[in-house]
């Protein structure tokens, strides 16, 4: 563990805690500045949402937010503006892991591989993610998935390529497991119904059931986070108090094991209320408005 970690870790064990918002927001900003791995990036103002064309303004204007903050991004298309992400990151020395959407249309699926390969073959990409939780939904066959990753793994042979979803599709899927490079695992004890007071445990056994069927690969948490207002779901509180302690128990965790994560996420979108409800609004560090909620 290092020096910073243990200081922050010292302060950090808050599930039992009596400690005021006011001394909460002080821990959480102590965390923050000691900088996280990475965390996906949000780059949909109001207003806005996946199809939308997204201006390189927006993104170098998030992108001046977050930089003191991360040492990497992580992006979710290649297309509608999105390509810029990655270029923009490397401007200010961010690391990058570089995904393509897939869906159910096969022409926009046909552009984001082309993007993210052509991306990739400039020198914009860390780490390529082909698909994210496309087996979750149900939007492609695994076959098809496969055929996704092994264009993209022989496009570009000398980039670690894998596919995102939740942690125990990598179990369900051995072939789609073998074919990554890297394990790209996103873990949410809040959408399975954990209390804050047991989600970091939780977490950890979820990355510990992506470890065992990745056989021996690297596994990064690609997501995880708890959102600041909403909906309970089962024994899952959102709030403000809640998303505070999950962020620096996470953090802590994440740098004295050393693990891999990427927070989500950076901003509020309110786009992704159609998908999750009232809470899919309230996952940002930053609100709707770029202004620090905690």
């Not at 010292?10 to 927001?25: I, R």
């Not at 954990?194 to 997501?223: H, P, R, W």
């Not at 309970?232 to 740098?255: C, D, L, M, R, T």
Request: net charge negative.
């Amino acid at each position: 563990m290092s020096v910073r970690a243990g200081k922050i870790k010292a302060l950090a064990g808050l599930e039992h805690s009596n400690k005021t918002n006011t001394e909460l927001q002080g821990l959480f900003k102590k965390v923050l500045n000691n900088g996280m791995h990475g965390i996906g990036f949000g780059p949909y103002e109001e207003g806005q949402e996946p199809g939308t064309q997204i201006s390189e303004e927006q993104i170098r204007r998030r992108m001046e937010i977050i930089k003191p903050y991360t040492k990497w991004i992580r992006s979710f298309s290649c297309t509608d503006g999105n390509e810029m992400i990655p270029v923009i990151a490397k401007e200010y020395g961010i690391k990058t892991m570089v995904g393509a959407w897939l869906g159910s249309d096969d022409e926009i699926n046909k552009r984001e591989i082309a993007g993210l390969i052509k991306l990739a073959k400039e020198g914009y990409v860390d780490i390529a993610a082909v698909g994210n939780e496309v087996m979750y939904r149900g939007d492609l066959t695994e076959d098809e998935l496969l055929a996704f990753m092994y264009e993209v793994k022989a496009a570009i042979p000398d980039i670690p390529m894998g596919y995102v979803d939740a942690y125990y599709e990598f179990a369900d899927k051995p072939r789609i497991t073998e074919a990554c490079d890297v394990i790209l695992a996103n873990c949410y004890p809040y959408w399975e119904g954990c209390s804050l007071e047991y989600s970091l445990l939780y977490m950890k056994d979820m990355y510990n059931q992506a470890l065992k069927a990745g056989n021996g690969k690297k596994v990064i948490i690609t997501e995880t986070g708890w959102p600041s207002q909403g909906e309970i779901f089962h024994g899952a509180e959102p709030g403000f108090e809640n998303a505070i302690k999950y962020f620096i128990n996470s953090q802590v965790w994440s740098e004295e094991d050393d693990i891999e994560m990427f927070y989500f996420s950076s901003f509020d979108e309110s786009w992704k209320i159609g998908g999750e409800g009232v809470v899919g609004a309230y996952w940002g560090l930053w609100d709707k408005d770029e202004k620090l909620k905690f």
